[in-house]
T-cell receptor, first 114, second 114 residues
Framework: QQPVQSPQAVILREGEDAVINCSSS?????VHWYRQKHGEAPVFLMI?????EQKGHEKISASFNEKKQQSSLYLTASQLSYSGTYFC???????????????FGKGTLLTVNP | GAVVSQHPSWVICKSGTSVKIECRSL??????MFWYRQFPKQSLMLMAT?????????EQGVEKDKFLINHASLTLSTLTVTSAHPEDSSFYIC??????????FGPGTRLTVL
């Protein structure tokens, strides 16, 4: 089941903040976030495993609400280099150990302008 | 660490020919690799999971006989598109996992079938 991402696109000025959401209709084991620039491969940002867990990577952080089956990615004081398409990848609860298999959302196109 | 390469980076072929794409983990051993297909401005769609020394597991709707996957060693997986047709034109991306979180993606191979 493909997770739903919102918004589909967002345009920011440098220094502004943004939130990207990812929700699933099924119970999740983990949520992964990736950023892909045009014509390039996706780059791993972070993984969230536990309910209510938060993580950070520079000025990018994320939360995972296990009960609500959703995750949010927070970009603060955005930089030009943050531009790209952000994908969440969700992993279903494994029967025994992680199966590492991800289902990706449709992506959120983030554009940061000077 | 965690560098994944793909070869070739792009290929143009005639309809009916076969094309082989290589995915290598350069600085780690990958027991599991994944093959994705991405159409323009769309999400990554998992095609198959490739495990070293065993048959690949294909996603529903992916033809096993058309997309041949071989995972001959802990650092190499190959995807062969047999009898390629224009509708097979796409961006093919592999990823690999190692000990620790996240999938690490190759740079992708752009296939154009004339």
């Amino acid at each position: 089941q493909q997770p739903v991402q919102s918004p589909q696109a967002v345009i920011l000025r440098e220094g502004e903040d943004a939130v990207i959401n990812c929700s699933s209709s099924k119970a999740l084991y983990s949520v992964h976030w990736y950023r892909q620039k045009h014509g390039e491969a996706p780059v791993f940002l972070m993984i969230l495993l536990k309910g209510g867990e938060q993580k950070g990577h520079e000025k990018i952080s994320a939360s995972f609400n296990e009960k609500k089956q959703q995750s949010s990615l927070y970009l603060t004081a955005s930089q030009l280099s943050y531009s790209g398409t952000y994908f969440c990848g969700t992993e279903m609860p494994p029967s025994g150990g992680s199966n590492y298999k991800l289902t990706f959302g449709k992506g959120t196109l983030l554009t940061v302008n000077p | 660490g965690a560098v994944v390469s793909q070869h070739p980076s792009w290929v143009i072929c005639k309809s009916g020919t076969s094309v082989k794409i290589e995915c290598r983990s350069l600085d780690f051993q990958a027991t599991t690799m994944f093959w994705y297909r991405q159409f323009p401005k769309q999400s990554l769609m998992l095609m198959a999971t490739s495990n070293e020394g065993s048959k690949a597991t294909y996603e529903q709707g992916v033809e096993k006989d058309k997309f041949l996957i071989n995972h001959a060693s802990l650092t190499l997986s190959t995807l062969t598109v047999t009898s390629a047709h224009p509708e097979d034109s796409s961006f093919y991306i592999c990823s690999a996992i190692r000990a620790g979180p996240g999938q690490f993606f190759g740079p992708g191979t752009r296939l154009t079938v004339l």
